[in-house]
């Protein structure tokens, strides 16, 4: 078994060199087609000289940033899903393929990066983008950065982006393994396969997450817990296969944890029983002189709590990630033959760190949802 285990991680620190070389060899042709075409009018050969240097921030930051565009690369194949752009505009709905930021180049080849300054005329009214965000063309100059963009000058973006599609992949993912349980025990056998793992974790949050810190009241709550501890932990391992279509930084966008902290704040604070409320906007037990202290307190905790799962979440993948592609980088930047061994061990921790991590941030996230939920509809006992 342990034989097994090592040539799995051996074989993930491989795919992971053979995806970096092939998208670094991409970008180089691509720039330096761009900057041979630049040189020979203003900046001569430095400029591409300059242009052949490995950019590890460039390999990260696209690999971590959120896209119009969804790319699939493998040893020896690559190519870009095109994905759809849906606006909500001062004249209405408006939808077209993110392709269209393109330049012909772009279009064909691998690259997936908007032309700079492109416009795009839809619906009666012109659009561009700018990073990965899009504006109205007459509401903006070239010397707009994405930061200084108001909200004015955007249209409502319901695009169908890389972190959307990346999230439909996990929902399918679950769904066919979660029918593939199902169906295990539909035959009237001991499960086995798949369903002899799940199972285990199913119990585990239905009778040591949910019912010991919930108390008699869990049930209804189980569904949720389930349904958000299966959804990171699929997430997080996606995000450690390292190729396509997997690969991808869900948790690790803050956005998504934003989304998943809201729920659990929502949750907790409807199904909030007199008890509750009662803590938190008059304690008992505090002298009547400091109640009104305590009670802001209180209400400041019923913000902090689901911050801190959102923020708790979002930290770990999003550093893990980095780390993990900050060690591959390495490679790149020095070109020494030492090198390769030192990051291919410490990628090899990492992967292996967080595999740990994967499973320990579903189950706490889980574990301090059901926490905030025993708190809202614990009966005072009399």
Do not use: C
């Amino acid at each position: 078994m342990d034989n097994k285990l090592y040539r799995l991680i051996f074989l993930a620190l491989l795919l992971i060199s053979f995806n970096t070389t092939f998208a670094q060899h991409d970008a180089h042709n691509e720039t330096q087609a761009e900057t041979h075409e630049a040189a020979a009018t203003h900046e001569g050969e430095n400029a591409t000289h300059e242009s052949d240097e490995f950019n590890p921030s460039e390999l990260i930051n696209h690999h971590l940033a959120d896209s119009h565009h969804y790319q699939f690369d493998l040893p020896f194949f690559g190519t870009i899903f095109h994905l759809p752009v849906i606006l909500w505009t001062d004249n209405g709905l408006t939808i077209f393929s993110s392709s269209e930021f393109l330049d012909e180049t772009h279009a064909e080849g691998h690259g997936g990066h908007a032309a700079a300054g492109k416009v795009v005329e839809k619906n009666g009214q012109k659009f561009k983008m700018i990073g990965d965000l899009i504006v109205y063309a007459d509401k903006v100059d070239d010397n707009t950065k994405p930061e200084d963009i108001k909200m004015d000058q955007r249209p409502l973006d319901f695009s169908i982006t890389k972190n959307v599609f990346s999230m439909f992949l996990t929902f399918m993912a679950l769904l066919i393994v979660l029918l593939l349980v199902k169906k295990s025990y539909t035959n009237k056998g001991v499960p086995k396969g798949i369903a002899g793992f799940i199972e285990p974790l199913i119990v585990f949050i239905r009778d040591d997450v949910a019912k010991e810190n919930i108390g008699p009241k869990y049930r209804k709550f189980v569904p949720f817990l389930l349904t958000v501890f299966f959804f990171i932990l699929f997430s997080n391992l996606f995000g450690l296969i390292p190729f396509s279509p997997f690969g991808y930084n869900l948790t690790g966008n803050i956005v998504v944890t934003f989304v998943l902290a809201t729920i659990v704040f929502i949750i907790t604070n409807v199904n909030g029983n007199k008890s509750y409320w009662t803590h938190i906007l008059w304690p008992p037990g505090v002298p009547v002189i400091l109640k009104p202290f305590i009670a802001l307190i209180e209400i400041l905790s019923i913000f902090t709590k689901p911050f801190a799962l959102m923020i708790r979440l979002f930290a770990n993948i999003f550093a893990g990630h980095t780390i993990i592609l900050t060690f591959v980088s390495l490679i790149f930047v020095f070109k020494n033959w030492g090198v390769p061994f030192a990051s291919g061990f410490a990628t090899i921790f990492m992967y292996i760190s967080e595999l740990l991590v994967a499973f320990l941030q579903a189950y706490v996230f889980t574990l301090l949802s059901a926490i905030y939920f025993g708190m809202a509809v614990k009966e005072e006992a009399h």
